[in-house]
């Protein structure tokens, strides 16, 4: 599972990494606050819905997403995201979302690796290697 800052609210590093000003880090943190509510205000209606018979949604969940803007801004947004039955999966693979396609642990492990060197890699590098990488559900 990935880490999400107390700090800013954005997955994949804490607040000891964190290298957000704190005047972006407290708005980081309202927008992802209010997002949240969104997530769980859809949430109970879901479940709401389900209570009173109608089953048409009951495997799908609201979450909060990290994402970026045009100017590399993070932005918080909901998503769905439909749950799907639980199945066996070797060693050597890991699914990805709610697909049956299977990717590979090494490509994983790569992309975890230059999320975590990124502030060492030229920035048209780390986007070209990271575009390369791009695992798509």
């Not at 999400?4 to 990494?17: A, D, F, K, L």
């Not at 049956?100 to 999320?115: A, H």
Request: glycine content about 4%.
């Amino acid at each position: 599972m990935t880490t999400r800052c107390s700090y800013c609210r954005e997955m994949g590093h804490n607040s000891r990494g964190c290298n957000r000003a704190s005047w972006e880090a407290a708005e980081m943190k309202i927008s992802y606050a209010r997002v949240a509510n969104l997530a769980i205000r859809a949430n109970k209606q879901r479940l709401l819905a389900i209570a009173q018979g109608d089953f048409s949604e009951r495997s799908v969940k609201t979450i909060v997403i990290d994402s970026r803007d045009r100017d590399g801004k993070v932005i918080f947004m909901t998503h769905d995201v439909e749950s799907s039955p639980v199945r066996l999966v070797s060693r050597q693979e890991q699914p990805v979302s709610n697909t049956t396609k299977l990717v590979p642990k090494s490509l994983v492990k790569i992309q975890e690796i230059l999320f975590d060197n990124s502030q060492d890699l030229p920035d048209g590098l780390y986007k070209q290697l990271m575009d390369a990488l791009v695992i798509k559900g």
